[in-house]
């Protein structure tokens, strides 16, 4: 039992969790820039907006790059690039990607641990197949989706 609790925890486990956290480490970095472009944008398109709107009411004189670029082409084109962001948040499913590699890594890990304290068979026969269970699980839903998005 010793035996293959170790060779569990070394060969399946702890590569599972190496697995996952890779999968986050290359998804997080894109979707923190994608969300910080979308509130980045969506700021600058309302300051730009407030802008126009203040000059506009308390009579501001401003040059005509001013005006053109930062009261007419900005509040236009920023909300533009800021949905083209969210698009590609949505596109890459990003949001879902990210909260499932951690829930699973967190998961992986539990599991590491339930599986490093059993004694006896039974109890590491539960742990094991609720853990396989899970990436089985894990293995469907990207079939499905990878399945899905191949015939379209």
Known sequence: ????????????????????????ARALPLFI??????WITTVLALACTLAYAAAATLKIESTE????????????????????FISLI???????RVARYREMKIMLTDSRNQVSFCRT????????????RALLQEVLEWHSITSFSESH
């Open 1 to 24: 039992m010793n035996e293959f609790r170790e060779n569990y925890i070394t060969r399946r486990l702890d590569d599972q969790i190496a697995y996952y956290q890779r999968q986050l």
């Open 33 to 38: 820039r994608l969300k910080a472009g979308f």
């Open 65 to 84: 790059w001013i005006r053109s670029s930062v009261f007419h082409f900005l509040p236009i084109s920023l909300p533009v690039v800021a949905a083209a």
């Open 90 to 96: 949505s596109i890459n499913d990003l949001q879902r």
């Open 121 to 132: 068979w039974n109890s590491l026969e539960r742990v094991v197949l609720k853990t396989e």
